[in-house]
């Protein structure tokens, strides 16, 4: 796996709980004369995404929740989930309504081409009202600060793809910044918590990432 790098150190942010249903095998009757096939499951009881796809933390849009999810723009408009689909994370974020600071961060350590070129991350991608509660005068002290403010964003970054089924599992994850202590999951599906904060729109859909919409900043140090 490789790490990210940045002129300080690397990030990342930009962020679900994946609401993944079981597919059921169906078990024959051992004594069963009847040649009659089962009846095939429904669209309607269909798994949103396939075991393989659970399995490496890939989502679709069928896998995204959260009440913050209702606030991206419809259809293919910049920003929605059909256009940050395909696009590499940092791309990705840059039309997301919800993430403008956490963007204005990226780019001031110059992350945007760094995160794009990961293969395959989770991103816990604070939503601007959690920027907002640091106020606008300490924002823009790191954002003065690149070496200040990469280890920060860089705790927001896992070097793995999850999925929220993914995360639940895991239930302790590391992130890149390894000297900020563990990510911690708790809860499962819309009431999912990373170190305590809430996801407002998880399980977002990237090229190389899966990204959970945070309503918290994510301070290294505070969960060893």
């Known amino acids: ?10 990030f990342a942010a930009v962020a679900a709980l994946s609401l993944t249903a079981c597919s059921g095998s169906d ?9 009659a ?8 009881m269909a798994a949103p995404s396939t075991d393989s796809a659970a399995s490496n933390g890939v989502t679709t849009n069928a896998d995204v929740f959260g009440p913050a999810c209702s606030q991206l723009p419809q259809g293919s408009a910049p ?12 791309s990705a974020a840059s039309t997301n309504p919800l993430l403008t600071k956490l963007v204005a961060a990226v780019k001031a350590t110059n992350l945007v081409d760094t995160l794009n070129s990961q293969q395959a991350i989770t991103v816990f991608a604070p939503a601007d009202p959690a920027f907002a ?6 924002f823009n002290e ?28 895991a239930g302790t994850l590391e992130s890149l910044n390894t000297a900020g202590g563990p990510l911690k999951i708790e809860g499962s599906g819309e009431n999912m918590t990373v170190n305590g904060a809430k996801i407002l729109c998880g399980n977002i859909p990237t090229k190389n990432a899966t990204v959970f919409v945070i309503d918290k900043v994510l301070t290294p140090g505070t969960n060893k």
């Not at 796996?1 to 690397?10: C, D, F, Q, S, Y």
């Open 133 to 138: 509660a640091l106020g606008d005068a300490k």
């Open 1 to 10: 796996m490789t790490k990210l790098r940045v002129a300080g150190i690397g």
């Open 27 to 35: 078990t024959a009757s051992s004594g069963s004369s009847s040649s």
């Open 142 to 169: 790191l954002a003065g600060k690149p070496a200040e403010l990469a280890p920060i964003l860089q705790y927001h970054v896992v070097g793995k793809r999850y999925d929220a089924k993914g995360l639940e599992s």
């Open 79 to 90: 920003g929605s989930l059909d256009s940050m689909g395909p696009q590499p994370v940092a």
């Open 37 to 44: 096939p089962a009846p095939a499951p429904s669209s309607s």
